[in-house]
């Protein structure tokens, strides 16, 4: 005879009622039947759990240790099976997932507060870290999924590709770049000068500069923009306070296409998704489909 939940709950409320009948008649079963479960257990094991007597029925004391061991086993099979429901219903896990710097940068916090606030007790792991790197965690399993610009993405057969949004970007100088003031500009004026960005420029249509710096600290990359000649190439959304204070303005460029990307969610094609991570995606889905 197998020890299941069963026989276990039916030892420790006999032990916690002191009574044969009236654990019975809490336990749903007739008296016979438990008595009989009781007995069937004491003989496969070979010793009494316990003793029955004008005081009622009350453990030995190898009974006693049986009955403690049964007990923690009983709340950790209760606690099993509250955490499974709760993973369940997405308000229990790990989520993992990864971003580029720029994309992070624009909403990361935005996005995080609202699974904090949806999903209990979700822990969140987010690695923010270059194109390249995130479709080598994806593939090592490393993250769950992946959110990057879309242009810097390629075909690959073991990864399910959705467009979730989309994102423009534009060239910014500070105020008093000397560009700032020139009207229309062309490649060549573009050359004079280094570019700033999160990440390797990987836009077909965007201006390849000469030189330059990738930074993936935004507060950082700012800092660069205002203090010296670089060029930034980023979303505008992401320059918009230092563009309504008049630190920062937009560069015309002629001959540039207007650099439009979408934004693209990466996940393995043979891996089964938890509910508290499809509840993530959820909220990268309703943050990037209204930027």
């Known amino acids: 005879m197998d020890i299941d939940l069963r026989k276990l ?14 654990a019975a008649e809490v336990l749903g079963v007739t008296q016979p039947a438990l008595s009989r479960t009781i007995a069937l257990m004491e003989d496969r094991y070979g010793f009494k759990l316990f003793d029955r007597g004008p005081r009622g029925t009350r453990p030995t004391q190898a009974g006693m240790q049986v009955i403690r061991e049964a007990d923690r086993i009983l709340r950790a099979s209760a606690k099993l099976d509250w955490d499974m429901r709760r993973h369940g219903s997405g308000s229990l896990g790990m989520v993992r997932f990864g971003m580029g710097p720029m994309l992070a940068s ?6 995080t507060n ?11 792991r987010c690695s923010i870290k270059p194109f390249d790197e995130l479709i080598r965690e994806l593939h090592a399993e490393k993250i769950d999924f992946a959110v990057t610009p879309g242009r810097a993405v390629r075909a690959d057969s073991s ?18 770049h000397p560009l700032a003031r020139a009207g229309d500009i062309s490649p060549a004026d573009l050359i004079k000068f280094p570019y700033a960005a999160a990440s390797e420029i990987k836009h077909p249509d965007a201006y390849h500069f000469q030189h330059g710096i990738i930074c993936d600290n935004y507060n950082i990359l700012m800092d660069i923009l205002l203090a010296g000649e670089c060029i930034c ?19 015309n460029v002629n001959q540039v296409d207007t650099l439009d990307d979408y934004i693209a969610l990466l996940v393995n094609r043979d891996r089964t998704l938890s509910p508290a991570t499809k509840i993530t995606i959820e909220a990268f889905k309703r943050f990037f489909g209204q930027i």
């Open 9 to 22: 709950r039916f030892v420790v409320e006999v032990a916690k009622v002191g009574s044969l009948s009236a």
């Open 114 to 124: 609202d699974i904090l606030a949806q999903s209990g007790k979700v822990q969140v």
């Open 106 to 111: 624009l909403g990361l916090a935005t996005i």
């Open 159 to 176: 990864i399910i590709i959705s467009d979730i949004g989309k994102i423009s970007y534009g060239y910014f100088v500070r105020s008093d």
């Open 233 to 251: 190439v980023t979303s505008p959304v992401l320059v918009g306070s230092y563009l309504q204070q008049g630190l920062v303005t937009g560069l």
